[in-house]
C-alpha cells in the first residue's frame, strides 16, 4: 500500500500559470509550465518539511520537491515518474540504504542518487563505490548544501 | 557469469561497437580503461563478424555522479555494445536498460585487439559481480 506522502510545490502562484498560458498561446506548448520542473523526491523522515534544506529545494523554480514517508513509496515514484533525483536519508529505512540505492537504479539507472549521513569519507567511499551517486550530504544537510545540490544537478545538465 | 561465445548471434546483423580510446581513437589507439573517463570513443561498425567502417565520437565531460552521461552520449550515437575495461554498477545497469551489451576487454592493449576479440566471440559479457563494489574481484572504474 502506498505511504502518505505530501508535494512541496515551489512557485505555485500566478506568475506560474501566467508563464504557462503565454507558453501556449505564443509557442503552442501543450504541456503546462508545471511538468517542466524535475522532481527531486525526499525519503528523510527525519527532516522537518520547514528545514532550509527542503525550503531552498522547493522554492528552486525547476523544481518540484516530493517527500515520502515509506521506501515502497519511493521506488513506486521512482518507476512512474523517473525523478531527477532521490535525496535518501541514511536510517529512514529498516533496509540498508545502499540496497534501496541498488533498488532505485534497478528500477531506473537515469536516477540520481544523493544520501544524507554521518559516515566518514572512507566508509562511504567504499560503500557506494560504483552506484554513481552524488557526495553525501550532512546530518542535517543546510540550506547551504541545497544550494549546492541544485549547483550540482545543473552541472550535470539536470535541468537542461 | 555467461559465456564467451554468447555474442555469436549479434554477429550475423549489423551493430555499433563502442570502444573507450586513448587519442586519436581509431584500430590501433590504446583501449581505454576508464570508459567514462576516455579521451574519445572509436566506434566500429560491424557487419557478418566484419569490421565496415571505424570513426570516432567525442566523450562528454564527466565529473562525480555524472556517469549516465556517457551512457546516453553512447545509446543517442547508436551504439549497441561497448566493450569497456572498468565500469560501476550504476552505468552497467544504464548501459543494459538502454539495450546496449557491455562486454569485458580489460586487457586488450589496443582497440582493434578488443574489437577482433568481441567479432571472434572471445569476450565474456560484462556483469555485476564485475563491476567496481560488486562485490566480485574489484577493478578500476
Keep these: 500500500m502506498a505511504g502518505p506522502y505530501f508535494q512541496v510545490t515551489a512557485k505555485t502562484n500566478a506568475e506560474t500559470v501566467w508563464k504557462s498560458v503565454v507558453l501556449q498561446a505564443v509557442f503552442g506548448y501543450t504541456t ?4 517542466m520542473k524535475k522532481n527531486i523526491v525526499l525519503f528523510t523522515p527525519s527532516l522537518n518539511p520547514a528545514s532550509g534544506f527542503i525550503t531552498t529545494l522547493s522554492d528552486d523554480e525547476d523544481v ?40 532505485i537504479l534497478s528500477i531506473n539507472a537515469m ?32 540550506a547551504t548544501d541545497a ?10 545538465g539536470v535541468f537542461t | 557469469m555467461e559465456g564467451p561465445h554468447e555474442n555469436m548471434e549479434q554477429e550475423e546483423k549489423d551493430m555499433i561497437i563502442g570502444i573507450p580510446s586513448t587519442q586519436p581513437g581509431g584500430l590501433d589507439a590504446r583501449f581505454g580503461a576508464h570508459f567514462g573517463h576516455c ?7 560491424a557487419e557478418n563478424g566484419e569490421i565496415k567502417e571505424v570513426r570516432t565520437l567525442p566523450n ?26 572498468g565500469m560501476g554498477m550504476r552505468p552497467l545497469m544504464g548501459f543494459n536498460q538502454k539495450g546496449i551489451d557491455v562486454y569485458f576487454a ?14 571472434a566471440g572471445n569476450l565474456q559479457k560484462f556483469t555485476q559481480d564485475l563491476t567496481c563494489g560488486g562485490g566480485g574481484q574489484p577493478i578500476a572504474g
Design chain 1, 32 to 35: 503546462s509550465y508545471f511538468t
Design chain 2, 60 to 85: 562528454v565531460p564527466h565529473q562525480q555522479g555524472g556517469c549516465l552521461a556517457p551512457v546516453q552520449h553512447l545509446a543517442d550515437n547508436g551504439v549497441d555494445v561497448l566493450l569497456a575495461g
Design chain 1, 64 to 103: 518540484r520537491v516530493t517527500t515520502v514517508a515509506t521506501a515502497e513509496e519511493m521506488l513506486r515514484l521512482v518507476r512512474e515518474e523517473s525523478p531527477a533525483l532521490v535525496v535518501l536519508e541514511e536510517g529512514a529505512d529498516a533496509r540498508k540504504a545502499f540496497d534501496l540505492v541498488i533498488d
Design chain 2, 39 to 45: 579521451d574519445l570513443y572509436t566506434l566500429v561498425e
Design chain 2, 106 to 119: 580489460a586487457n586488450a592493449p589496443t582497440v582493434g585487439v578488443a574489437v577482433r576479440a568481441f567479432l
Design chain 1, 147 to 156: 544550494r549546492k545540490l541544485l549547483a550540482t544537478l545543473g552541472r550535470l
Design chain 1, 111 to 142: 536516477v540520481n542518487t544523493i544520501m544524507i549521513t554521518a559516515m566518514d569519507p572512507e566508509s562511504w567511499h567504499e560503500k557506494s563505490e560504483g552506484l554513481g551517486m552524488l557526495e553525501p550530504l550532512p546530518v542535517p544537510p543546510s
